[in-house]
């Protein structure tokens, strides 16, 4: 008869925390919906975009998929952002999160490897369409090292949001709640820069265009991917574009983190 | 240290609503305690206040001599938890389900892979430890998370309705495993509807009702208190209600049910068997139309009414309807 080892003290913080983020990893892998429609959909929005709304867009001095394609990318956090306040509801709903905060573990590792797991399926998303953006006629106008710094960028800006949709998760309790309340995630892509230029919209929606923080980070992406042109392109070097987009990734983060802990501290 | 959970006058309130209204509960070291009472009496409510999941709002809560509030951590190490939904991830294997609790419990990769192999094995799941738990029955998956909260050894295991939703069968194989449980010296604390699975499973049983304890003792004791067993009898006429009331007040100290809707009369008996022999001969005997004539165990209603006197939809104070609940034998018959 098996008996049970006597138990090992306490393991550190960050080993719960990777413990967390390899089930999400490992849910996703072996859900092939989740997999095959979820790159799929990207991949077909991005052809229609490219091939039907493309021919009547006018970027300006840039061709049109080379000013798509990083737009479109930059936006997948928000996509993605979406499964992960279902994931995080779903973990609600069916008594995960309780069995986690019975166990003697530190609070914050739950959400930790939440966000480590899904910015890890970010990853795997940027990839995909990075490729498929290529494959279309999308091209470097820097050089390669800017483009890596651009997906870099990214992660980061997708890391930031990911706070948001978990407290968006934790709030709604339930999976298909949790999809409703990520619907705000329209207005912050299609009021963007990411697809069309802010100019060609009407003044009150270029207001808010202008300054909502997708805007900044698409910008600072694309401006990394066009060069020494992105100045003239875009009426500002790559760095203006940069850094504000940083700055509003770390006020979200350090608005939509202490929400979230809190929100699930309270269970 | 010999009290495992201690809880004085504990409250919570959601609202307006006291989920738990001055709970005072006692659990035993080396026992399993069964919270009984119907849906909203706050028996979840009560165990994720154990749980440390829920702050209470006053009272005192101790589990093994610590305070949930003030040091939730000695808490946590000693506690497993199972729910009522069966927390466990439909894409892992079983195997790696409970090696991940057993990780995120502290232990390292080895003794995490031992403790799982042991426990699957217990839990009559090896077979089926290697495939995904999506392809798992509901009895597997609720045995599966039965496991997941013993994987770290716990001194005190909570399970919050266990068997809700199960089919029979998987009901008593969980059964079985929770009394293999309690053999090697697990306390448990058991929330339940069923008075037959606090009756099968538990040293002692707390009867809790709107936020309170109402009755505390052993099955045996309460069973006393409320009759052994149930007679029921199912007439075909309604006009030979009385009747039949009046035959079975004879066999035994109860007093009979009347239930006019479904034309059926209870009585709690002392002897079983022999009782049933006896209201069979003078029904018999009266010539009084039966439709089925049978012994079972009192129902939670019953011994609810028996222990407080009120039938279980009106206790308390928002006097909801007591449509469901028996009129006493002596009332007058409806038209």
């Excluded at chain 1, 802010?198 to 991917?225: C, K, N």
């Excluded at chain 2, 909570?158 to 069968?169: I, Q, S, V």
Aim: charged share 20%; no cysteine; glycine share 10%.
């Amino acid at each position: 008869m098996a008996t049970i080892a006597t138990t090992a003290p306490r393991s550190m913080p960050q080993g719960s925390t990777f413990v967390i983020a390899r089930r999400g990893i490992l849910k996703f892998l072996r859900t092939p919906q989740l997999v095959v429609l979820g790159t799929l959909q990207g991949a077909l929005f991005l052809l229609i975009f490219r091939y039907v709304f493309g021919g009547a867009m006018n970027a300006g001095s840039v061709s049109y998929v080379d000013f798509l394609v990083p737009g479109f990318v930059t936006t997948i956090i928000l996509f993605a952002g979406q499964g992960a306040a279902a994931g995080v509801a779903e973990d609600m709903e069916q008594g995960f999160v309780d069995r986690v905060r019975s166990l003697p573990i530190p609070r914050r590792s739950f959400l930790a490897g939440r966000a480590l797991a899904d910015s890890a399926m970010l990853v795997w998303s940027l990839v995909i369409t990075v490729a498929i953006g290529f494959a279309v006629g999308f091209r470097l106008h820097g050089q390669a090292i800017d483009g890596l710094i651009a997906l870099a960028l990214i992660v980061v800006f997708g890391f930031a949001f990911e706070w948001v949709f978990i407290a968006l998760g934790l709030v709604a309790g339930n999976a298909q709640a949790a999809q409703g309340l990520a619907f705000m995630v329209f207005p912050l892509t299609f009021a963007s820069s990411a697809y069309v230029p802010v100019e060609s919209m009407p003044g009150w929606l270029q207001a808010f265009a202008e300054h909502q923080p997708i805007t900044y980070m698409v910008d600072a992406v694309r401006a990394l991917t066009l060069g020494s042109r992105a100045d003239a392109v875009l009426g500002h070097p790559a760095w203006y574009f940069v850094s504000r987009s940083l700055v509003w990734s770390a006020a979200i983060v350090a608005v939509f983190a202490p929400l979230a802990v809190a929100r699930f501290r309270r269970g | 240290m010999d009290r495992t959970i201690e809880a004085t006058g504990v409250t919570k309130r959601f609202g307006k609503t006291a989920a738990l209204d001055g709970l005072d509960l006692v659990a035993e070291r080396g026992q399993v305690t069964a919270v009984l009472g119907p849906n909203g009496a706050g028996k979840t409510t009560f165990v994720r206040g154990v749980a440390t999941l829920l702050r209470m709002d006053g009272g005192t809560l101790l589990v093994g001599g610590h305070d949930v509030r003030r040091e939730p951590d000695a808490v946590r190490a000693m506690i497993g938890l199972a729910g009522q939904f069966a927390a466990v991830e439909p894409a892992m294997t079983g195997r790696e389900n409970l090696e991940m609790v057993a990780r995120l419990f502290g232990q390292a990769r080895r003794p995490a892979k031992a403790n799982s192999a042991a426990v699957l094995e217990r839990m009559g799941l090896t077979e089926a430890a290697d495939r995904l738990v999506r392809t798992y029955s509901g009895g597997m998956r609720r045995k599966l998370d039965l496991g997941a909260s013993l994987v770290g050894s716990p001194r005190l295991l909570l399970l919050d309705e266990p068997t809700t939703g199960l089919d029979p069968r998987s009901r008593i194989e969980l059964w079985d495993a929770i009394r293999a449980l309690v053999e090697r010296g697990t306390d448990v604390l058991l929330t339940t509807q069923y008075l037959d699975e606090a009756d099968h499973l538990a040293n002692r049983i707390v009867i809790i009702d709107h936020g309170r304890a109402v009755a505390a003792g052993t099955p045996a004791e309460l069973k006393q208190r409320a009759g052994k067993s149930v007679i029921e009898v199912h007439v075909r006429d309604r006009g030979d209600l009385p009747r039949v009331a009046a035959i079975l007040a004879r066999l035994d100290h109860g007093t009979p049910q009347v239930e006019e809707s479904t034309r059926r009369v209870s009585v709690a008996v002392e002897a079983g068997a022999g009782s049933l022999r006896e209201a069979f001969q003078a029904l018999d005997a009266a010539g009084a139309e039966v439709d089925d004539l049978s012994l079972r165990p009192p129902t939670l209603d019953e011994v609810f009414l028996a222990l407080t006197g009120v039938p279980l939809d009106a206790a308390g104070d928002d006097g909801a309807s007591p449509a469901t609940a028996g009129t006493p034998a002596n009332a007058p018959p409806a038209a």
